[in-house]
């Protein structure tokens, strides 16, 4: 999406004989979107790409959600999904859990620490936030290394794989991803960009910021020209399937390509925030969008300067929307009592009102910064919960703001 981008050599004419580094005649694929109406690249092949010897079921584990009923507000600790050295076992792609989720978006968490497979994503884009960890995403197009804090965009369709790299020093540390799977395309806002889509002035990101993958990639000459299989998850009307699909030789076989499609990333660090002298309502936040739903952030940054401003959310109900705010740092003064910490997850449904815990909200005159780091997600349409959902569920969380529940008075938690 972002702006042209050429890797490798291609040929001066689209759709024209182009040979390759042996002089072989190269295999063109053309990747687009929206049919041949969107974003595209151009692909040059040593290998035909469509190439495949094999198809078997690939088992998604657990996808099925339930309502969220009764209707609650909810606090889900993630981190609580993968305890201990369980991320040793897992990787970025099969090891996820899905948390929440309807037709147009699922969220899923994972810790990972073993290299994933060579996946391909066929529902729609997906936008992978790093919260822990580095790893090098390597694609089609080329490699990006990610590190902490990083939104990883990856268009439908792209064959890759997650490789954790650790830091440079010291011991391995798992790759935490926070994993939005969208079943459309995730762009920046329409209104961060001029006509001819480049960022705006007074736009949170530019282009600056963006960093894409760097190519051409080719596989190791010893597995170039053996199978390899591709995990693919794909749409279907009963929900998402997966399937292993054994491509003839190793589709990391690309000598140039050209277009506005490929893998990118950049940092939340780079978000420039909006601020106030009152208080700023979530859209001023914004970062990304999908079909149906829409993803800001809160990054560390002043607070609202007029002297009897309250620093904090208004008690709000979003009537059209489902809420849901991923914890990546800081302290959060406006839930202090609760429990959230790093790596909590809390789900505000339409139906409900929500806002600060009444003792910050007492107390925030006055409060001149903030150094909370968080990623929101609002959908238009009901989020349903997933396993990882139900399982990282504290039960607790809607009662917080009375302090008293079902069976009386909440415990204290020691945060
Ligand atoms: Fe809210």
Redesign the pocket.
């Known amino acids: 999406m972002p702006y042209y981008l050429r890797a490798g050599t291609v040929p001066p004419k689209r759709h024209t004989v182009h040979h390759l580094i042996d002089g072989g005649l190269a295999y063109e694929e053309v990747i687009g979107e929206e049919g041949f109406a969107g974003a595209a690249s151009l692909l040059y092949h040593r290998g035909v790409p469509s190439a495949m010897i094999d198809a078997r079921p690939w088992d998604l584990g657990d996808l099925k959600t339930q309502p969220n009923s009764p209707l609650r507000p909810l606090h889900l600790r993630l981190g609580d999904l993968f305890p201990g050295d369980a991320y040793a076992a897992l990787d970025a792609v099969r090891g996820r859990r899905l948390v929440l989720g309807n037709a147009d978006v699922r969220i899923c968490y994972v810790v990972a620490g073993l290299p994933s497979p060579l996946y391909s994503n066929a529902t729609g884009d997906e936008c992978v936030y790093v919260q822990a960890g580095r790893a090098r995403l390597e694609s089609v197009f080329g490699a990006l290394d990610v590190h902490p804090g990083d939104y990883v965009i990856i268009p439908r369709a792209t064959i890759h794989r997650w490789l954790p790299t650790g830091p440079e020093e010291g011991p391995a540390e798992p790759l935490r991803l926070y994993c939005v799977e969208a079943s459309s395309h995730i762009t920046h806002p329409r209104r961060h960009l001029s006509r001819s889509g480049q960022f705006l002035e007074g736009s949170p990101i530019t282009e600056r910021d963006l960093r894409p993958v760097r190519g051409p990639l080719l596989a190791e000459p010893a597995v170039a020209d053996e199978p390899a299989d591709v995990y693919v998850k794909q749409r279907t009307a009963h929900g998402v399937v997966g399937t292993r699909v054994t491509h003839a030789h190793h589709p990391f076989d690309v000598e140039g390509w050209d277009g506005y499609l490929y893998p990118y990333a950049f940092n939340i660090a780079d978000y420039q925030p909006v601020t106030g002298r009152i208080h700023q309502p979530?859209p001023a936040h914004q970062v990304l969008e999908g079909h149906n739903f829409v993803m800001c952030n809160f990054v560390p940054r002043p607070l609202d300067y007029h002297p009897d401003a309250i620093p904090l959310?208004y008690y709000?109900s979003?009537v059209d929307s489902d809420?849901v705010i991923f914890y990546s740092g800081g302290d959060y003064t406006a839930r202090r009592g609760t429990g959230i910490g790093v790596e909590s997850l809390t789900l505000?449904p339409s139906g409900h009102s929500?806002g600060p815990q009444v003792a910050a909200y007492q107390q925030a005159n006055g409060t001149t910064e903030t150094d909370e780091l968080a990623v929101m997600i609002d959908t238009f349409n009901p989020l349903e919960i997933g396993e990882g959902g139900m399982a990282a569920d504290d039960g607790r969380y809607a009662w917080s703001w009375s302090g008293t529940g079902p069976d009386g008075p909440l415990p204290p938690l020691d945060d």
């Open positions: 979530p959310p709000h979003n809420e505000h929500h």
